[in-house]
């Protein structure tokens, strides 16, 4: 390319300094302080969003891939450019990292759209960075390409294998039920997170690594692929090179993220067992196109796609495990007939054609063929009745099979911190048939949604061997937790929701074969309740981020992204099921 050529490079998006020429040549000024000669700077530029950060383990690696990906630019004739943006870990995201994901969402959109890049490689990794990568993305319309950090290794405590963060919560509940004592909990703390990388299990980061490659936004093949394995820098190097071939072809990433994308990203999401944010989070990434995700149709593809992926929490392996199974691939080779083959995805090729490029099942134990699949069924279900009106979802193949049809008398409280008062209380009045009830933990309530969703078994009834109850709250769940929970009940307790009109006492019932979930009063007494129902005055609002989050967040259903960042629905999907 000539170092006149304005076609790529420096000259993209100028900003006004006085004419043309002149921006160029002071924004060219500028960069080459940082020694580039004018043959670098008039190749196409790829930005390189690098969310390293000294607190988020899961983005440990994030140099080196920087590194490969630079490298992979460079072998096909383009300039790299790497630049920081907002870097999430679940555990340092207060409130929750729900509510910061639509914060690095704005921030990754506008510093692609800021900056003069041709394309742009998206690293991300820990749960809320792809969706938000993405979001920022199909906002941005800049070509685009996602690379993430990969899983962590899976660790080993007195001979038993564990990973963050299914068997977090497990030893922290043998700890509660005073099966393991503080000697022993201790040590598995410094065994839960052996290496950099994310959740070892098939949690919302790897859900969301697996439905970014399904989505056809990363390049096949990668999303499993452990932190600290080689192969995972031989992608960073691939991506870094497909991004010079997408600048040059200008691929947007609404030609990729197309409806039919997103309807085998739903399959998949299905046939992972994956965990129930990535609803979420599709739907937030797919509303920024003006796709609709249709909660009921939805549930239609659920009812015949199986949870084929032996996975925690649902199942029983590492992430490790489905990648040296075929990753990926495996799946998708096992729910082909449900797929459409025909999408093209960011290396340039259809999903057919790069299937046909990869091996069949190699390790039925890991991912198993459909005929004999770990659940019959998708792993979310969706539920509606009087208690949900716009829907409540339930990750049936983590929920215990004797809980799926249930009455029993709720308990409610009122919010985290009732919780946090009482559900260990003694005297607390519940028995191991009791629906707990958790209200206000919603996108407004906490704020942010957060993944209290989890309620804890209380200790009376964990000292006794209680391991699972019906849960239900407005909240999220972590991808790594499992129980028979129910979640995202929409409209939330905070804004008027059904929800806040249940009291202890009053009996529910869950049916999740019939997919109904429903609070057994009768409409008059409902309607009575409502009335006395005080209106909910928002959360003080601050300054700032606070108050866009509160005026702007929308509910579950539809993906709690900001209502000006949500384009008007012109297509829905699911569109066959
Ligand atoms: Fe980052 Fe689990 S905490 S992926
Ligand atoms: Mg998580």
């Not at 022993?184 to 990388?197: C, F, H, M, W, Y």
């Not at 994308?261 to 739903?266: C, T």
């Not at 699949?373 to 539920?383: S, T």
Request: proline share 6%; glycine share 10%.
């Amino acid at each position: 390319m000539s170092k006149n050529d304005t076609k790529q490079g420096m000259s993209t998006r100028l900003t006004n300094y006085g004419d043309e020429g002149f921006s160029l040549f002071l924004r060219k000024a500028f960069i080459k302080g940082m020694g580039y000669t004018d043959d670098a700077l008039s190749r196409p530029v790829i930005g390189i969003a690098n969310t390293y950060s000294g607190y988020n383990a899961c983005h440990g690696n994030v140099d080196a891939l920087v590194e490969s990906v630079k490298r992979g630019v460079m072998l096909a004739g383009g300039l790299p450019i790497d630049f920081p943006t907002i870097s999430l870990h679940e555990s340092f995201s207060h409130p929750t990292s729900m509510y910061l994901r639509n914060l690095m969402a704005l921030d990754t959109e506008e510093m692609i759209r800021a900056q003069p890049m041709d394309a742009v490689v998206l690293i991300g990794g820990c749960d809320k960075t792809v969706p938000a990568q993405l979001m920022a993305a199909a906002s941005a319309g800049t070509p685009a390409i996602q690379l993430v950090t990969g899983p962590m290794l899976s660790g080993s405590h007195r001979g038993t294998r564990v990973g963050a963060c299914t068997d977090c919560r497990r030893y922290w509940a043998a700890y509660r039920g005073q099966e393991i004592d503080d000697q022993e909990i201790a040590e598995v703390n410094d065994k839960l997170v052996p290496t950099v990388g994310t959740c070892s299990v098939m949690g919302t980061a790897s859900t969301m690594a697996c439905l970014a490659e399904a989505l056809g936004m990363m390049l096949p093949g990668s999303a499993t692929a452990p932190a600290v394995y080689a192969d995972r820098r031989r992608i960073a190097e691939h991506t870094g090179a497909e991004a010079v071939r997408i600048a040059k072809e200008k691929i947007a990433p609404a030609d990729i993220m197309t409806p039919a994308a997103f309807e085998n990203a739903l399959r998949v999401l299905l046939a992972l067992g994956g965990s129930t944010n990535a609803l979420i989070h599709l739907t937030a990434i797919a509303g920024r196109l003006g796709i609709d995700i249709d909660l009921q149709s939805f549930d239609r593809m659920s009812r015949e796609t199986p949870v084929l992926v032996d996975l925690k929490p649902s199942g029983e392996h590492y992430m490790e495990h489905l990648h040296q199974a075929g990753g990926l691939a495996a799946v998708l080779h096992e729910i082909k007939p449900l797929l459409d083959l025909d999408v093209v995805t960011i290396n340039g090729k259809t999903l057919g054609e790069n299937l046909d490029a990869t091996p069949r099942i190699l390790n039925q134990q890991v991912v198993r063929p459909r005929d004999n699949p770990i659940y019959g069924q998708g792993g979310i279900a969706v539920l509606e009745g009087n208690l949900a009106p716009r829907g409540a979802i339930i990750k049936q193949s983590a929920a215990s099979p004797a809980l799926m049809d249930h009455t029993g008398r709720a308990v409610v409280f009122s919010c985290m911190e009732d919780l946090a008062k009482r559900i260990d209380d003694p005297d607390l009045d519940v028995n191991a048939e009791d629906i707990l009830v958790l209200q206000n933990i919603g996108p407004k309530g906490a704020p942010g949604m957060p993944e209290a969703g989890y309620i804890p078994i209380p200790k009376k009834l964990a000292a006794q061997g209680v391991k699972d109850m019906v849960r239900i709250s407005d909240g999220r769940m972590s991808g790594t937790a499992a129980g028979t929970i129910v979640l995202h009940v929409s409209p939330e307790a905070a804004d008027q929701g059904p929800l806040a009109l249940v009291r202890t006492g009053d009996r529910i019932r869950l049916d999740v074969g019939s997919r109904r979930l429903e609070l057994l009063l009768d409409e008059d007494e409902l309607a009575r309740r409502r009335q006395s129902l005080t209106p909910v005055t928002p959360p003080q609002q601050g300054g700032g981020y606070r108050r866009l989050f509160l005026e702007q967040i929308l509910q579950a259903e539809e993906g709690c992204d900001f209502r000006y960042c949500r384009l008007e629905p012109t297509i829905k999907v699911p569109r066959r099921g």
